[in-house]
């Protein structure tokens, strides 16, 4: 991808948040921050969108639609590749493609009330489709950290994008990396968490904090971190209701990999077929 595009939209979100502390992931915030000039040329190389409007049941399509383009192998190539390149925005295509295939198109279904503006099969929240859906955030996420998505927007975004970046293939290193991730989930103290489990994974891995939670979020979604009643999206979708939080305060690890204890392990099953079945 063109680097300067992906600079000025690092810079314009950057400033954003150093600038307005509250609200610096609103389109009209950060649009402020950019000359009209670097929007186009950003746009150009696909690297931030206008805003679009996409009702609840599109963007449902829309990710079939863009998933069935996709193959299997070309997502798991691109998760591996990012593990040694540290090219982020690779990484988090695998997880968006594994709820992409488990997702069945459906129509808005309200959650009882009081929250009747949830989708109770998704979890959408109205207010995210009901104005123009603003992309560019998501992606910032992807090049800054390789974040690990579950919303059907940011799923939207990341799949479409997918065809967008050049196909690449991963090397012997990054299998090495990919291996040694194996063995130390595989090691673990069995009442290890994902914050036990992030800093094993740092001697391995050039990464900071945020790299590696989305990681281990991403091995979660596709079915490789569980405990045994709460598991990814590889066999079937995971509902709204289903994705459990834990009763802590301020669990900030995603579902299902905040579940993981050391002592479930790595599920064998999944880990081959995502990485050792091609
Ligand atoms: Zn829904």
């Known amino acids: 991808m063109n680097k300067k595009a992906i600079k000025i939209l690092l810079n ?4 954003s948040q150093n600038e307005s502390v509250r609200d610096w992931f609103y389109w009209e915030t950060y649009m402020q921050y950019i000359s009209e000039d670097d929007f186009e040329y950003a746009k150009k190389h696909s690297v931030m969108y206008d805003q679009e409007e996409i009702s609840h049941d599109e963007i449902c399509r829309r990710i079939k639609r863009a998933v069935a383009g996709i193959e299997k192998q070309k997502v798991v190539d691109a998760f591996v590749y990012s593990l040694g390149t540290r090219q982020l925005e690779y990484r988090s295509f695998l997880s968006s493609y594994c709820i992409a295939e488990s997702l069945e198109e459906h129509s808005f279904t309200p959650s009882p009330e009081p929250n009747e503006g949830i989708c109770a099969i998704c979890g959408l929240h109205t207010y995210e489709f009901e104005d123009p859906i603003e992309f560019n955030t998501i992606n910032y ?22 065809p967008k970046l050049p196909v690449v293939k991963p090397n012997e290193n990054d299998y090495k990396i990919l291996n040694e991730l ?40 596709i079915g490789i971190l569980h405990d045994d009643a709460h598991f990814g999206y590889a066999d079937q979708y995971v509902t709204y209701p289903e994705r459990e939080h834990r009763p802590i305060r301020n669990d900030d690890v995603g579902y299902p990999a905040r579940w993981w204890q050391g002592k479930f392990g790595i599920d064998d099953e999944k880990w081959k077929y995502w990485f050792e079945d091609n």
Do not use: A, M
Request: overall charge neutral.
């Open 12 to 15: 314009t979100i950057k400033t």
């Open 141 to 162: 996420f992807k090049y800054k950290d390789g974040c690990c998505f579950d919303s059907l927007i940011q799923i939207l975004f990341d799949l479409e994008q997918f």
């Open 182 to 221: 194996k063995g130390i989930i595989e090691t673990s103290e069995p009442n290890d968490r994902i914050s036990q489990l992030k800093k094993k994974i740092s001697k391995i891995i050039k990464s900071n904090d945020e790299e590696r939670l989305g990681l281990l979020e991403i091995l979660g979604v």
